[in-house]
């Protein structure tokens, strides 16, 4: 089975950055779709960002677009999300999903297979 792990999360000051991490274990490939998404405290889990197993199409929250870089290296099976000028309302749990399908990125969590255990990232005022 396939086992992904979220890493990078910290605390940082509004305007902040940080880059976040998802590698994969187990047997797998890289043409799985991947993506990310965010669960704050009494919220919907939300999609944040996703990309095709090509890396030739990549999608974006409308909150995050503009700010937010996601990234892959299939030969690793890692999965990368750079976030520049953060704030507060980006505070969450973030959560790399694997969809088992390449050609497409969807937004919605249950067209999502696979999920690591998410890392916390908290943007202070």
């Known amino acids: 089975q396939v086992q992904l792990v979220e890493s990078g999360g910290g605390l940082v000051q509004a305007g902040g950055s940080l880059r976040l991490s998802c590698a994969a274990s187990g047997r797998t490939f890289s043409s799985y779709s991947r993506g990310w998404f965010r669960q704050a405290p009494g919220k919907e889990r939300e999609f944040v960002s996703g990309?095709?197993?090509?890396?030739?199409?990549?999608r974006y929250a409308d909150s995050v677009k503009g700010r937010f870089t996601i990234s892959r290296d299939n030969a690793k099976n890692v999965v990368s999300l750079q976030m520049n000028n953060l704030k507060p309302e980006d505070t969450a749990v973030y959560y790399c999903?694997?969809?088992?399908?390449?050609?497409?990125?969807?937004?919605?969590?249950?067209?999502?297979?696979?999920w690591g255990q998410g890392t916390q990232v908290t943007v202070s005022s």
């Open positions: 990309i095709t197993w090509s890396g030739g199409n990549t």
């Open positions: 999903a694997a969809s088992g399908v390449g050609g497409v990125v969807t937004t919605t969590p249950g067209s999502y297979g696979y």
